[in-house]
């Protein structure tokens, strides 16, 4: 397994080693001693898996008293994927970073407590699996609007409006929204 940090403190992009033949591959996803040594000692506690359509948009969410670090892989299909660092005292507060995820490529996206986290679905169907520290707290999840104006993210939606949530409409702006400490 290949660990790279990204621009964002915190955040590690996993490439795993795939062994192919003609039988196929096998790839190891994942081991909690590495894990610990590049990304913390986190404790994933709970596994999630999403299935949507092209166009759908889901984001960007978090968990403020009890804030989910997730380990992010996509199982079949292509989103966008986007964090934001919502950590008041990093020097990257308030910025974005985005990168595709294909399920062919076998990568996982680590991100600690502290971001916000969104997708859109490129492919015509993705699923989204995600490991995560704490389990989900639906009185204690927050919602950025996609379109946050002092963020600006450049979503790949090709100038069409994505498929959201009735929650997802109704994301917050950051200045409204609680951040971390």
């Known amino acids: ?90 020097p990257t507060f308030g910025k974005w970073l985005g990168l595709y995820l294909h399920a062919d490529q076998h990568q996982q996206l680590w991100i600690p407590p502290g971001f916000a986290h969104g997708f859109y679905v490129c492919s015509a169907q993705a699923e989204v699996q995600y490991k995560c520290t704490d389990y989900y707290l639906p009185g204690d999840e927050h919602c950025i609007h996609w379109q946050e104006p002092t963020l600006a993210i450049t979503w790949p939606c090709q100038g069409q409006q994505p498929l959201l949530s009735a929650k997802d409409q109704q994301g917050k702006l950051l200045a409204d929204s609680p951040i971390f400490d």
């Open 1 to 90: 397994m290949h660990y790279q940090p990204l621009a964002l403190p915190g955040l590690m992009l996993f490439t795993p080693s795939r062994y192919a033949d003609e039988r196929g591959f096998f790839l190891e996803t994942f081991r909690q001693q590495d894990f610990v040594e590049h990304c913390g000692a986190y404790q994933l506690v709970q596994d999630n898996l999403s299935r949507s359509s092209q166009g759908v948009l889901r984001g960007l969410h978090y968990q403020w008293q009890r804030p989910q670090g997730k380990l992010i892989r996509v199982n079949s299909g292509e989103v966008f994927d986007v964090v934001v660092d919502l950590r008041r005292n990093s």
